[in-house]
């Protein structure tokens, strides 16, 4: 079946790496997401990675990826204030035409000083 | 502004009424998503349209829902005698859709409906 499993809460001090993990079922996703979703806003595509990869960085994110475990998780470098948000990973499985996006229920990311 | 643009914003209404919501997509996007947020949950899948053919539908749509997209441009979900469980963020997402082409889904701010 179609599950996307995450920790719902992530606690971390500015200035500090968080690390925000992610357990996808489907092995026939081609693409993973992470979107990232602040209060009372839609939702921000922050970075995805495709599923022959294993690792790949944008300025202060890293997103790693451990197929054989279905194992996602997105790295924030440097964490500050305004990265205080809801974070999802969402898979897109070849049912829905690799274009339907599963998501998890969201880690909420609190960054204090 | 070219996002993906919603209107609504926000909708209340009571129990048992009719409302429409509409979305606008990215203009030349053929493909137009409808997922539904409630509180403390990711968003789940509730139709697509590529054009103005729907293409599939999750079982969350009950037969109260019904979507549309005409013209294959915008695109209206329509809840009949709406019910509190109905409260909910409605998003919508656009993506081009090119065949054979995994592209990333743009969204919109969403409607958020509450039910009374």
């Known amino acids: 079946g179609e599950d996307v499993e995450q920790s719902l809460f992530l606690s971390v001090r500015e200035g500090d790496s968080s690390v925000i993990n992610c357990t996808y079922t489907?092995?026939?996703?081609?693409?993973l997401y992470w979107y990232k979703q602040e209060p009372g806003a839609g939702l921000q595509l922050l970075t995805y990675?495709?599923?022959?990869?294993d690792m790949k960085q944008d300025q202060r994110l890293t997103v790693l990826l451990n197929k054989k475990d279905k194992h996602l998780s997105l790295r924030i470098a440097d964490t500050q204030t305004g990265d205080s948000a809801i974070y999802f990973c969402?898979?897109?499985?070849?049912?829905?035409?690799?274009?339907?996006?599963?998501f998890g229920a969201g880690t909420r990311l609190a960054v204090h000083p | 502004d070219t996002g993906v643009s919603q209107d609504p914003r926000h909708k209340i209404t009571k129990r048992g009424q009719n409302v429409t919501f509409r979305c606008d997509p990215i203009?030349?996007?053929?493909?137009l998503y409808w997922y539904r947020q409630t509180l403390g949950q990711g968003p789940e899948f509730l139709t697509y349209?590529?054009?103005?053919?729907?293409?599939?539908k999750s079982r969350l749509l009950s037969d109260r829902f019904s979507a549309e997209r005409p013209k294959g441009s915008f695109s209206t979900l329509e809840i009949q005698r709406t019910e509190q469980g109905d409260s909910a963020m409605y998003l919508c997402?656009?993506?081009?859709?090119?065949?054979?082409?995994?592209?990333?889904?743009?969204f919109g701010p969403g409607t958020r409906l509450t039910v009374l």
């Open positions: 969402a898979e897109t499985p070849f049912e829905g035409g690799y274009n339907k996006l599963i």
């Open positions: 203009s030349e996007h053929n493909r």
């Open positions: 990675i495709f599923s022959n990869m």
């Open positions: 349209f590529q054009n103005e053919a729907q293409l599939e």
């Open positions: 489907d092995s026939s996703s081609t693409y």
């Open positions: 997402a656009s993506i081009h859709g090119l065949a054979g082409v995994v592209d990333t889904q743009y």
